[in-house]
């Protein structure tokens, strides 16, 4: 298996601007997770879906970020508009159940400027 | 309040010398310990889950131990390799889908 799939792998926008994120979770897998990640913070959990169905976005930070997860095998995670305070590393994972492993992907380094 | 906290915050060693890393968690109720492994650049990769029965695991050179009764977690790595360079992260799950990350200690092997 290819392992969880992020793109892209950098992005660098300005300050307004859209950013779309992209995931494709392990095939099988039936939980999704989005992360970011600061050197201050370490790993918080953002949003997470059971079976393309967001069960809880309370780590969302506030109205501009969105998710969505169409189908099994894909979701976005959307920052509109961007502000240089998200500036991060955001990772998406999944798992086979709720308290399975989470497998992550290799991370989406976002520079807000 | 749920917390994980790790120590030290960095740590330089020499090849093939031993480390000890520290996890200390508040986390209630508990339901189990992993140790990721962080490379640069990378997303975290399991190590070693440990429930609230067990005192210790081994995976490899790595050997993590937990104490649910202080609600301590270490993680020994014997004979450190230059690829052990990476950052160390404890997670504490406290029921379902409930995850407190600790910020992670950062391991620098040099020769």
């Known amino acids: 298996d290819a392992g969880v799939i992020q793109s892209p792998r950098h992005e660098v926008t300005e300050m307004g601007q859209e950013v779309t994120l992209r995931c494709k979770p392990i095939?099988?897998?039936?939980?999704l997770f989005w992360y970011r990640q600061t050197m201050m913070r370490g790993l918080e959990l953002l949003i997470y879906?059971?079976?393309?169905?967001?069960?809880?976005d309370s780590g969302m930070p506030e109205d501009r970020f969105s998710a969505k997860m169409p189908n099994a095998s894909f979701s976005t995670l959307k920052i509109q508009p961007s502000e240089p305070r998200d500036s991060a590393v955001y990772f998406c994972?999944?798992?086979?159940?709720?308290?399975?492993?989470?497998?992550f992907g290799p991370g989406t380094r976002l520079t807000v400027t | 309040k749920n917390q994980v906290e790790q120590s030290p915050q960095s740590l330089i060693i020499l090849e093939g010398k031993n480390c000890t890393l520290q996890?200390?968690?508040?986390?209630?109720?508990?339901?189990?310990l992993r140790w990721y492994k962080q490379d640069t650049g990378r997303g975290p990769v399991s190590l070693t889950i440990?429930?609230?029965?067990?005192n210790t695991k081994s995976n490899g050179r790595y050997t993590a131990t937990l104490d649910a009764d202080t609600k301590q977690s270490s993680l020994h790595i014997t004979a450190s390799q230059l690829s052990d360079s990476a950052s160390y992260i404890c997670?504490?799950?406290?029921?379902?889908?409930?995850?407190?990350f600790g910020t992670g200690t950062q391991l620098k092997v040099e020769l």
């Open positions: 994972a999944s798992s086979l159940g709720g308290v399975g492993e989470q497998y």
């Open positions: 095939s099988g897998h039936d939980y």
């Open positions: 879906f059971n079976n393309n169905v967001p069960i809880d």
């Open positions: 996890c200390n968690y508040t986390v209630s109720p508990f339901s189990n």
């Open positions: 440990m429930t609230f029965s067990e």
């Open positions: 997670v504490v799950r406290r029921g379902g889908n409930k995850l407190t």
